[in-house]
């Protein structure tokens, strides 16, 4: 296994557009984090699902963002009507524990640039 | 999870060890600490995590204080593939979420 990774690397879209991203995790890890960073910040966290159950939302996930994972493999972001302020950094992290020793595996992010 | 306290940047020069704190005051008993680390233009990279004890891998070392109230990791001996933004992030064990909560981590500068 080669680790996590994301796709499409970069994205630019026009204000409006809908987008959607795909991660696919390191196989055998049953958590997935979404994260989004912005210029000169660290990653701030946006989502968490546990197998295919989304169990966790922060407040900066918007109603125009929807996040799934069917099966429990391969996760999608999806960004409908975007605006410039959603233009950042959006990474992707895998573990296979919840938290205190378990450590988050991230992959190489995908830039979205809204125009 | 606890906050903790980093400065913004450092310098180093190539092949000399690099001591880079972090203070976490109101750490508590299950709090673990981790250090990842974030390449230009790449995702974070776990580095290394622990509870009480100094712990050693292939890539540093983490001291961690008696008390736990502070920490420091160690690069043996800098490259300039070690230039990155290093977070210092407190976990707590037998959390439902899991999530980690970032600052704004150390940059740190390697001159050859």
């Known amino acids: 296994d080669t680790g996590v990774s994301q796709d499409p690397r970069h994205k630019i879209t026009k204000r409006g557009q809908n987008v959607t991203f795909r991660c696919d995790p390191i196989s055998e890890h049953n958590r997935l984090y979404w994260y989004r960073q912005t210029l000169g910040q660290g990653p701030e966290f946006l989502t968490y699902?546990?197998?295919?159950?989304?169990?966790?939302k922060s407040r900066l996930l918007s109603d125009r963002f929807s996040a799934e994972r069917p099966k429990g493999s391969f996760s999608t972001l999806e960004i409908q009507r975007t605006e410039q302020g959603d233009s950042a950094m959006y990474l992707c992290?895998?573990?296979?524990?919840?938290?205190?020793?378990?450590?988050?595996?991230f992959g190489p992010g995908t830039r979205l640039t809204v125009t | 999870d606890a906050k903790t306290t980093q400065p913004n940047s450092m310098e180093s020069n190539e092949e000399e060890p690099v001591h880079l704190p972090c203070n976490h005051s109101t750490i508590s008993g299950t709090d673990y600490i981790h250090w990842y680390r974030q390449l230009p233009s790449q995702g974070p990279e776990y580095v290394i995590h622990g509870l009480t004890s100094n712990v050693n891998n292939r890539m540093a070392s983490l001291a961690i204080a008696e008390d736990r109230k502070s920490s420091t990791l160690i690069l043996h001996r800098a490259t300039l593939r070690d230039a990155a933004v290093y977070y210092c992030?407190?976990?707590?064990?037998?959390?439902?979420?899991?999530?980690?909560?970032f600052g704004k981590g150390t940059k740190l500068s390697v001159k050859p």
């Open positions: 699902f546990q197998n295919e159950a989304q169990l966790e």
């Open positions: 992290a895998s573990s296979s524990g919840p938290s205190g020793p378990y450590e988050q595996y």
């Open positions: 992030i407190l976990r707590a064990d037998g959390g439902s979420q899991g999530n980690l909560i």
